[in-house]
């Protein structure tokens, strides 16, 4: 089943902070985060494993609240770089399929 | 040095044609896959294979048939074709390794097919 993504898109200024939240009606084993700028391939962020690890990649960081079956993606002091789609994708199981959320439209303006 | 390349990069066809889209991975990864990306965006799963064994088949119609020649390519043939089919198309690969099945997915630059 497809994970839920919130907000649908976010409009930000250089500088400013942003949430990105994926929930799962399902258990999750681990959840991926996903970067795709328009024309391109997605790009691999980070995964975060069931335990409520939590991750950073530069500026973006993530969370996995297990209990909840719900991951947030943190990014902090937004590049005009980090516009793009943001996607994130569950696991059920270890060698599950990975289902993508309905991404998550940022926008970062000067 | 691509990673994962996909050939063509962009396919206009007609309606009941039959199209290939080509993949193949320099990564020496075992998992390849296929995913359909929707003009709202909606990456949607559509099939794996691990070392040229099919592991995932999605509800797809019987029109779209991949084929894995070895581990390092899997193509994607499409029968007759129908306007819906009209999306981008990304393979990905991706090393599930022992006791470490949760490895990134690799993806290639996309196919984007338009059914006229």
């Known amino acids: 089943q497809q994970p839920v993504q919130s907000p649908q898109a976010v409009i930000l200024r250089e500088g400013e902070d942003a949430v990105i939240n994926c929930s799962s009606s399902?258990?999750?084993?681990?959840v991926h985060w996903y970067r795709q700028k328009h024309g391109e391939a997605p790009v691999f962020l980070m995964i975060?494993?069931?335990?409520?690890e939590q991750k950073g990649h530069e500026k973006i960081s993530a969370s996995f609240n297990e209990k909840k079956q719900q991951s947030s993606l943190y990014l902090t002091a937004s590049q005009l770089s980090y516009s793009g789609t943001y996607f994130c994708?569950?696991?059920?199981?270890?060698?599950?399929?990975?289902?993508f959320g309905q991404g998550t439209i940022l926008t970062v303006h000067p | 040095d691509t990673a994962v390349s996909q050939t063509p990069k962009y396919l206009v066809t007609q309606m009941g044609n039959d199209k290939s889209i080509k993949c193949e991975q320099n990564?020496?990864?075992?998992?390849m896959y296929w995913y359909k990306q929707d003009s709202k965006k909606f990456l949607k799963i559509m099939f794996s294979?691990?070392?040229?064994?099919?592991?995932i088949n999605e509800t797809v119609p019987n029109r779209f048939s991949p084929k894995s020649p070895d581990k390092a390519h899997l193509n994607l043939h499409i029968n007759s074709l129908e306007l819906g089919d009209s999306a981008v198309y990304f393979c990905?690969?991706?090393?599930?390794?022992?006791?470490?099945?949760?490895?990134?997915?690799?993806f290639g630059n996309g196919t984007r097919l338009t059914v006229t």
């Open positions: 990905a690969s991706s090393q599930p390794l022992r006791g470490q099945p949760h490895s990134p997915l690799h």
């Open positions: 994708g569950t696991r059920g199981t270890s060698y599950g399929k990975l289902t």
């Open positions: 975060l494993l069931k335990g409520g």
């Open positions: 990564l020496g990864h075992d998992t």
């Open positions: 399902k258990a999750l084993y681990s």
């Open positions: 294979y691990n070392n040229k064994e099919l592991i």
